[in-house]
């Protein structure tokens, strides 16, 4: 079974209907039947992103949804994948790629995911398919 990795811009786009992703990203979470995989880092990020908006109620929810989701694997935080990040993170010093996104790019190179669904630009740029990138266009 396919597996791809889920970003924030992915969760931002389910959540916030008025979101150019969002219509792109309901589809492909609708017509998918592989699974998921994502990080308490990819949440913590989430999190942070709608604190201050009317969604922080809808995160909640969702995030308990994915919790119990057999179709999302959560990678939980961890010192260890911090430490990985961390070194791409000083190893790429010419790149704007934030930590969490390191820290997501190494999850991925673990787990031999070539897919994500985003519209980030930096996955493309470490070598990863951005699968929502052509939707932001």
């Known amino acids: 079974m396919n597996t791809v990795f889920a970003d924030t811009s992915f969760y931002i786009a389910l959540l916030r ?13 609708r017509r998918y039947d592989g699974r998921f995989l994502t990080s308490d880092f990819v949440l913590v990020e989430l999190g942070n992103w709608v604190a201050q908006t009317s969604l922080r109620r809808a995160f909640v929810d969702f995030t308990r949804r994915l919790r119990a989701s057999s179709r999302t694997t959560i990678l939980p935080a961890s010192p260890e994948w911090v430490a990985e990040g961390m070194k791409l993170y000083a190893d790429r010093l010419d790149k704007e790629w934030s930590l969490i996104d390191c820290i997501s790019f190494q999850m991925m190179r673990h787990h031999g995911l070539a897919d994500a669904l985003t519209a980030d630009h930096h996955f493309t740029q470490a070598g990863f398919n951005a699968l929502l990138a052509d939707a932001a266009k």
Do not use: C, I
């Open 17 to 29: 209907r008025v979101d150019e992703l969002h219509a792109p990203a309901v589809d492909f979470d």
